[in-house]
């Protein structure tokens, strides 16, 4: 089993920072890609973030030149700086991780998913 486990949400102003950061762990081989998504009330869920294991990244235009997706030197750590943000960034965000995982046979591993719980961000006008 892989757990994500996110942390850094909050309340802030329009045209304040926050920092969200995921940490994965578990039966973990490889993690390919690591991603930051985001749920706002009645809405879908939207990529917001991603980088790759080789560290492309991609980003959603509506948070371009403003949030910044990077991984820690372990590899299993992913961090979302959000800076300018606007009540419109308001959500639930999301860590999504798509890696392979190790079966309990050697040598086996699985390509799986695997979704934090989420943590709340919400921006004030």
């Known amino acids: 089993q892989v757990q994500l486990v996110e942390s850094g949400g909050g309340l802030v102003q329009a045209g304040g920072s926050l920092s969200l950061s995921c940490a994965a762990s578990?039966?973990?081989?490889?993690?390919?890609?690591m991603s930051w998504y985001r749920q706002a009330p009645g809405e879908q869920r939207e990529l917001v973030a991603s980088i790759t294991s080789g560290g492309s990244t991609t980003y959603a235009d509506s948070v371009k030149g403003r949030f910044t997706i990077s991984r820690g030197n372990a590899k299993n750590t992913v961090y979302l700086q959000m800076n300018s943000l606007k009540p419109e960034d308001t959500a639930v965000y999301y860590c999504?991780?798509?890696?392979?995982?190790?079966?309990?046979?050697?040598?086996?591993?699985?390509?799986?998913?695997?979704w934090g719980k989420g943590t709340l961000v919400t921006v004030s006008s």
């Open positions: 999504n991780a798509n890696l392979l995982e190790k079966d309990s046979t050697p040598g086996v591993y699985w390509a799986m998913d695997y």
């Open positions: 578990g039966s973990i081989f490889k993690i390919n890609v």
